[in-house]
């Protein structure tokens, strides 16, 4: 695996002057064999690996909570610690990914992911299940969307086109995890119990992911490993966490991520208490996941045109608007759709939207280091956001809940919009 050694950090660094940038020397081989091989193995090892370590537990809730005498919700907080865990160690994961590339990482944690989805299979009580989505958390930091974006970056290089394909691409494939999961595991816990269930998707995660991680991927160069070279990606980094751009990139995707997921975990519950019956409120949630890719298409498309933060902070205040008429337009099904339609453009740009950024303006060297650190705050809020937004609605209904997602969304597209100008 190769990356760019020069980054660009002054303030007339952007899409433009990357664009002509030569694709050469560490970057230049975007339509190579090998780029589209490692893009191709990364959409199959991050659609298993998010099937597996994340969507497929909504099955497991209800058996395991049966069989280890717990609540749902002692059972779901499992999740929860999985999810900051993975936070607190994204730094750590970007540093080793900058000086050393993906392949050890994500082979060691395909490793641990097998090995900690196998363990979780034989948990006996409530703590056993918490240390092995301990386990889990190690090894999604190693392993999923950060790292996997790491390595397009540092392959990719400077070319701007083939990087924003490779990431598209990658992002669209992933996008189908949880429908794939989510069914094929409700058919293995109806075949052959929970706890049989986790070991088929053990080993189908671990032999794909592991010879997949080992043998596409590659290391850094030589060059990228030398004391040289990581005093070169200190200085970009110490640069860009004393200025005010990289703040503003932090307040929009951490707003960003805890509206999109606390719309994820609240919309069909809200639908339901909006008098919409059951099965129309689980559909139109089922467009999100539809309309992350629209989303995602569009943003892509428009990126060669316009700057990448304004198109963000565009949908993101299309976001505001449809969550805080949500409230009023729900209660007829024309309303509610069109709401659901508008906040679901936004639901998978973020994903195609910060790579881009940070690139454009701090180049690729310590690319994953910086996205570590932001991961660190927008990963956390993914996990807490939904818990407060529950706990919001029981107190004092669900209309709040909707005007505090419309504020952060707004709060984020202000950012980006401050993050332009700058």
């Known amino acids: 695996m190769s990356s760019a050694t020069e980054p660009a950090t002054g303030p007339h660094t952007g ?8 694709a ?38 209800a058996p395991m909570a049966r069989d280890l005498r717990a609540s749902h919700a002692q059972i779901a907080a499992a999740l929860t610690v999985s999810i900051l865990i993975a936070a607190a160690l994204a730094p750590a994961a970007g540093r080793w990914l900058d000086a050393r590339g993906g392949r050890g990482l994500m082979t060691a944690g395909s490793i641990l992911a097998a090995v900690a ?30 790292a996997a974006f790491a390595v397009i970056v540092a392959w990719y290089g400077t ?17 189908f995890a949880s429908a794939i999961f989510i ?15 986790l070991i088929v998707l053990a080993l189908l995660y671990g032999l794909s992911a592991i010879p997949l991680h080992l043998l596409v991927l590659r290391r850094r160069p030589a060059a990228a490993r030398t004391p040289a070279a990581a005093a070169d990606r200190a200085e970009i980094v110490q640069a860009a966490v004393r200025r005010r751009p990289f703040w503003l ?6 707003a960003n991520g805890g509206a999109v997921a606390t719309i994820a975990v609240v919309l069909v519950t809200y639908l339901i208490h909006l008098g919409h019956s059951p099965v129309l409120a689980a559909a139109l949630a089922g467009l999100l996941g539809v309309l992350s890719v ?11 045109r316009l700057p990448a933060a304004l198109i963000a902070a565009a949908i993101f205040a299309l976001q505001g608007v449809a969550a805080l008429l949500l409230p009023l337009a729900g209660r007829s099904v024309a309303g509610a759709i069109g709401c659901v339609l508008a906040f679901g453009l936004g639901f998978g740009i973020a994903s195609i939207t910060l790579p881009h950024l940070l690139v454009a303006r701090y180049g690729t060297a310590a690319y994953a280091t910086l996205s570590g650190r932001i991961a660190v705050f927008s990963v956390a ?18 209309p709040p809940v909707m005007a505090a997602v419309a504020a952060v969304c707004v709060i984020a597209a202000g950012a980006l919009v401050a993050y332009h100008r700058l």
């Open 249 to 254: 990139l932090v307040i929009a995707f951490t």
């Open 24 to 61: 050469s020397g560490d970057g230049g081989r975007p339509r190579s064999g090998r780029g589209r091989g490692i893009v191709a193995a990364l959409a199959v090892t991050q659609t298993i690996g998010y099937g597996v370590l994340y969507y497929a537990f909504s099955v497991f809730l």
């Open 117 to 146: 989805v196998l363990a979780w299979s034989r948990v006996e009580n409530v703590w056993q299940l918490y240390a092995a989505f301990a386990a889990i958390g190690v090894a999604c930091a190693m392993v999923l969307y950060e």
């Open 159 to 175: 070319d701007q086109k083939g990087r924003a394909g490779a990431i598209l691409a990658l992002t669209i494939v992933a996008g």
């Open 15 to 22: 899409p433009e002057a990357e664009a002509a940038a030569p």
């Open 294 to 304: 629209t989303g995602r298409l569009i943003t892509t498309g428009l990126q060669a």
């Open 381 to 398: 809020d993914k996990a807490l956001a939904p818990l407060g937004a529950v706990a919001l609605a029981q107190v004092v209904g669900y």
């Open 183 to 197: 069914p094929l595991t409700g058919l293995l816990v109806d075949a052959y119990g929970w706890r049989q269930a």
